[in-house]
């Protein structure tokens, strides 16, 4: 990959990690070194698997604290540490963040695209003309259509991948974000704060992506916490 030094404005990377010590090996490094003005922050629910004694070796040997981590000691929650994540963000005066996953399956090139966008808003996503999904069992790709489709249709979205966490959020969007708080625990968040952002009339596009499924470690996002992600969303929809 071409690194990007020259060309990218100042902005954060927000990685929730449990137990991906394995795959941020080398994440954080290509991240840090084709993204000169990037920050990296990965906040992990207390994982027992060196995610911290990695960050404290990255910054010692290499990048000069571009690496910050936020531990997490209480019940592990995917929505509150990303949330944890953008806050800091915020607070550090970062006007770009980018959301993505530790399990390799979001392209560190694509960082690029996501951070040059004007929009407030900008998704991999999965969904366009030009993306790809590479290595997914059929089944769970049938069941993340569907209900993407049915979420588009019930809550009148135009957003065709409204579960991917690869994200960009401009400055107009951390502004609403800075301030925005939910009871949620796992991976309905990605929807929860799409609603929110959308109920704003900020501008969000869909870029396409390649999506590839892990090939280190197991998974977290299974089909019934995708299934239950749906089903918190329509709950929640029903009292807005």
Not at 197 to 219: D, K
Request: positive net charge.
């Amino acid at each position: 990959m071409t690194p990007f030094k020259q060309y990218e404005a100042k902005f954060a990377v927000v990685i929730p990690t449990f137990q991906e010590c394995e795959n941020l090996t080398w994440l954080i490094p290509a991240i840090i070194t084709n993204y000169q003005n990037c920050k990296v922050i990965v906040v992990d629910d207390f994982s027992e698997d060196g995610t911290a004694r990695l960050i404290d070796d990255i910054n010692a040997s290499h990048f000069s604290s571009r690496v910050h981590l936020i531990q997490r000691f209480n019940s592990p929650s995917y929505a509150q540490s990303l949330l944890e994540g953008i806050r800091y963000a915020i607070q550090e005066g970062f006007e770009t963040v980018i959301q993505m996953d530790a399990d390799g399956s979001h392209p560190v090139a694509e960082i690029y695209q996501l951070s040059q966008s004007n929009a407030d808003v900008v998704i991999a996503s999965r969904y366009v003309r030009g993306s790809k999904v590479v290595g997914v069992p059929i089944r769970r790709i049938f069941i993340s259509k569907l209900g993407n489709i049915f979420l588009k249709l019930t809550k009148q979205s135009r957003v065709k991948d409204q579960t991917n966490g690869f994200r960009a959020f401009g400055k107009n969007a951390l502004r609403v974000l800075k301030s925005f708080n939910s009871s949620e625990t796992g991976f309905s968040i990605q929807i929860e704060i799409l609603r929110h952002l959308e109920s704003q009339n900020l501008l969000i596009v869909e870029l396409p992506t390649t999506f590839e499924f892990r090939t280190i470690g197991n998974s977290k996002f299974t089909k019934s916490k995708l299934l239950e992600a749906f089903m918190l969303s329509l709950r929640n929809g029903r009292h807005q």
